[in-house]
């Protein structure tokens, strides 16, 4: 079986082979890269909601079929259009890829009322194909209408592997997507062209919609996927298919269909013109009331409902339907197949005395089997049937007797109950054909799912609970089989009394059990405290000014304990509300999210945090926008983006980085560590990261000093490209460029550089016309005081780019520099400490028996001497720093030594 971890390496692989296979290198050495996107308002749009950009998105749309671009809508535009977007080529096609910044940022106004679409994006001909059509992060909505005065978003005919994804898609008057019905359709020269394959919508919201979530009709939608969305009060029904291969997986439907039907499923799988053995897969949703039935099958025989929450909760304006949660109404006209549908794990509460039937057959001619593994019934059951008009030749194969099938009752003090500080066990009483129990925790008592788990035991909870989050804590037991059904008892409170909480109002004295209501509730100028654990959140400041600390944000161990996990889902952190340097985040592990930290139009201060295995299109650790966020002492490690891999900033003129280190990041395109980072970079490590442009910095124009940039890796430019401002006191070494035309320390720089060591970089190292002078490079190139002498790094096969006392690059940096006030070289170490400054982002100690570079001479030095005594190059205990006398041997000769300078104090010791 591949793991996980070989599954993600083996995705950017492919990724990063397809980005050698798609970039080009012009004549003159200028990069063009064909999925570049270019921001929509190129084209004349204004996005201010109330102009008319229908022409200029229009003007977009030509272009991208003509030169293959994707087109960018912009934070804080929105977008008006007044006429259908057409997109429609004559040959087989890349569609057009319209990406925003995410929902509630990139908008789209819908506002005509013809009965057309908003996107018509259709080929013509049987023979010609629409691929890779791709909507994301916009948010689209509609002026005021009536019931099919528009026609749907998006209309997809014959595109072949279609993306919308992280839309947001409210108060629309049709269908949201819509294959078209291929006979109905009279733009198309051959009916059958309009068939569509390959449909992902994912992460999306549609709500507030006359029509269809999603509508394919007749055979026309073959392989669609739905997943990770929420579908609520759409009108007609959230999903309608026709066509091969639908599956439906982890999404939320709520109150779909209309209130004056009688039925309206919330997801209908109709007959198809050539059915023939049609499979589908309806897993992991949430069903929240519906018009009609949950699901009703029409056709499609081969097939799975399983892990599915359904809830009979009928919207009082509908009227006490008495609808099945599954309806099976077949037609046996055109069916070869036998009927084979497995329903597996599905959870079923009743919550009205109608009757509530599990699976209903109408008309069906057909014969085949019924695998009914779980049903778990909740919920008043006094009218409830599982099973009505079964036609012969149907079996039902029912294994609930082999399922959990009674209430947990739990042991433990009563509701509202005060806590005893000397402990108590919460706990339930044994069940049949359960295989585990998990003791609950939470803020709140409906949802369950959004629990800690305090304890997972394959016999009831035993432990004895000393503390509680909260003031009010409510907890519940979870039973579960070995099949995956689970039931949960009814939560119970707690008052904690002495509770220890875990996210705290040190200014206020509030207490909460989650990040994100704390910062709710918080005045400006407050103090927030998280302990350690992991909070599964995306959270967002809201422009407040507040600190938001762990318990130590010092201590590497509570940074790396306190843990705000993004769940894969939007940012985890964000400021979008004009925050300042005054609104602090400092000492977490920020992970598992769109972009770890995203920032727009703000200027934080991150401090001290771990970021670490996020991803996203732009800045996997870090999305910067118009904003000048001050980050210290961060590591930002291990994230992955197309651009960006470590930060990505655009229109930011004075962010500051400093004392980070960036390192193992991946960009796809550009910029592996930072990418278009201006302001200053300071005191950093930028290591072993990688791209296809850039594998450290990628259009960095301002200030960049006493950082190390090593080891980074791209297809051009391992190091830094176009950095075109000021470098200073840097070590650029160990950077390779896997393409040689190009340069891998420098490429295509214009910049100034003083006091730095280039060396040991893949040749060439140097390209364009950067400005170098009192600076060590090898090769040489031309410039005052510069020098070509081997640096003497201290152990350049283990990546310590220190100097030794040898090097030459010691005092050997511009005579006429000027240092900033308290200015410090890589280690902290204060920027100059002889007469004159040293090349490098090293400044050697004024004394070689400092081995701790700390200022002193004492017994910690002597400590690494000792470790390293009577030993030669060849041993494993070897230290060059300690061969005071760099003769090959550390002895007696090199302690003199150091007695000679025995509790030597630097002046700058103090601090």
Not at 180 to 186: A, F, H, K, L, S
Request: glycine letters at 10%.
């Amino acid at each position: 079986m591949v793991s996980e971890k070989s599954r993600f390496s083996l995705i950017v692989f492919i990724l990063f082979t397809i980005s050698i296979l798609r970039i080009t290198i012009t004549a003159d050495g200028a990069v063009f890269d064909p999925n570049d996107a270019v921001n929509i308002k190129s084209f004349g749009a204004i996005g201010d909601g109330v102009t008319d950009d229908t022409a200029a998105f229009q003007a977009a749309l030509n272009s991208a079929m003509s030169y293959g671009h994707a087109i960018l809508i912009p934070g804080g535009a929105t977008i008006r259009v007044t006429a259908t977007l057409i997109y429609m080529p004559s040959s087989s096609k890349h569609g057009p890829r319209i990406m925003g910044q995410g929902q509630g940022k990139s908008k789209i106004l819908f506002d005509f009322h013809d009965g057309q679409p908003l996107f018509k994006i259709w080929n013509r001909t049987n023979a010609r194909y629409i691929y890779a059509v791709c909507f994301e992060g916009l948010e689209i909505y509609a002026t005021s209408g009536s019931q099919d005065s528009q026609g749907a978003v998006f209309s997809l005919g014959g595109c072949f592997y279609w993306n919308i994804d992280d839309c947001y898609v409210h108060d629309v008057y049709g269908d949201v997507v819509t294959v078209p019905n291929r006979t109905d359709e009279p733009d198309f020269s051959n009916p059958d062209a309009s068939e569509s394959a390959g449909g992902l919508i994912n992460r999306c919201r549609f709500e507030y919609v006359d029509g269809y979530g999603f509508a394919g009709r007749n055979s026309v939608s073959a392989s669609v996927r739905i997943t990770r969305s929420y579908l609520a009060q759409c009108a007609a029904g959230a999903v309608l298919s026709g066509g091969a291969g639908l599956y439906v997986n982890d999404n939320l439907f709520a109150l779909n269909g209309k209130k004056d039907s009688a039925f309206n499923p919330t997801i209908l799988i109709q007959r198809q013109l050539n059915a023939t053995g049609q499979r589908f897969g309806i897993t992991g949703n949430d069903f929240q009331g519906s018009a009609g039935p949950h699901i009703c099958l029409n056709s499609g025989q081969l097939g799975k409902i399983a892990l599915n929450r359904f809830e009979s909760v009928p919207n009082p304006a509908w009227g006490a339907g008495s609808f099945p949660t599954i309806g099976i109404d077949f037609d046996p006209v055109g069916f070869t197949t036998d009927l084979c549908i497995d329903v597996d794990n599905n959870y079923v509460r009743k919550s009205t005395t109608d009757p509530f039937t599990f699976a209903d057959f109408h008309n069906s001619g057909q014969v085949g089997v019924i695998r009914l593994r779980d049903t778990m019934w909740a919920g008043n059951l006094t009218n409830l049937t599982k099973f009505a008009n079964i036609p012969t030749g149907i079996e039902i194969i029912d294994r609930a007797a082999e399922r959990l099938h009674e209430a947990v009752t739990l042991i433990g003090p009563p509701d509202g109950s005060t806590f005893d500080s000397n402990g108590v066990i919460l706990s339930c009483v044994p069940m049949e054909n359960v295989t585990g129990y998990q003791l609950l925790f939470g803020a709140e008592p409906n949802n369950v799912m959004d629990y800690l788990i305090i304890s997972d035991t394959c016999t009831p909870p035993s432990n004895i609970i000393t503390t509680l989050p909260l003031d009010v804590t409510w907890w519940t037991v979870k039973a579960y089989d070995q099949f995956g059904s689970v039931i949960y008892a009814t939560p119970r409170s707690l008052l904690a009394g002495n509770a220890i909480p875990w996210v705290v109002n040190l200014t206020s004295g509030e207490k909460y059990f989650f990040i994100q209501p704390a910062i709710d509730n918080a005045n400006d100028g407050d103090q927030i405290v998280v302990n350690p654990r992991v909070y599964h959140e995306n959270i967002d400041f809201k422009g407040k000014k507040i600190m938001l600390r762990s318990k130590e944000p010092n201590n590497p161990d509570i940074v790396a304990d306190t843990i705000i996990n993004g769940d894969s889902n939007s940012p985890v952190v964000t400021f979008s509300n004009g925050e300042k340097q005054n609104c602090v985040i400092a000492g977490f592990t920020i992970t598992d999210g769109n972009s770890a930290v995203y920032c727009s139009g703000s200027s934080p201060t991150i401090s001290n945090c771990i970021i670490h295995s996020n991803t996203s299109k732009y800045g996997g650790g870090i999305y910067c926008e118009d904003g000048d966020p001050c980050i210290v002492g961060c590591a930002i490690t291990d994230n992955i983006a197309e651009y960006g891999g470590g930060i990505y900033s655009t229109g930011s003129r004075y962010p500051v980085i400093s004392n980070c280190t960036i390192s193992r990041n991946t960009a796809v395109w550009h910029g592996g560590a930072l990418n278009n980072c201006d302001g200053t970079i300071n005191n950093c490590v930028i290591s072993q990261n990688d791209a296809q442009i850039g594998g450290g910095l990628m259009g960095c124009g301002g200030k960049i000093k006493s950082c190390m940039v090593t080891d980074n890796t791209a297809g051009r430019a391992g190091g830094l490209i176009a950095c075109n401002g000021i470098i200073t006191n840097c070590t650029i070494a160990g950077n390779i460029s896997e393409n040689t035309t190009f340069a891998s320390a420098l490429d295509n720089c214009s910049a100034e550089v003083t006091n730095c060591v280039i060396w040991q970089n893949s040749i060439p190292q140097i390209s364009g016309s950067p400005v170098i002078t009192y600076s060590n490079i090898e090769g040489s190139w031309p410039g005052q005081g510069n020098i070509i002498s081997d640096p003497c790094f201290v152990d350049l096969d283990a990546n310590d780019f220190h100097l030794r006392w040898s090097s030459l690059c010691i005092d050997a940096g511009d005579p006429s520099f000027v240092f900033d006030a308290n200015e410090r070289d890589i280690d902290g170490e204060p920027r100059m400490m002889a007469g004159r400054v040293d090349m490098g982002a090293d400044e050697v100690s004024q004394k070689q028996a400092d081995f701790t570079r700390n200022g002193i001479i004492n017994f910690e030095d002597f400590s690494i001497l000792a470790h390293s005594w009577f030993s030669t190059d060849a041993k494993p205990n070897w230290n060059i720093l300690c061969d005071l006398r760099e003769d090959g041997y550390i002895d007696f000769k090199d302690l003199a030594k150091m007695l000679q300078e025995w509790l030597w104090q630097a002046d700058w010791y103090s601090l």
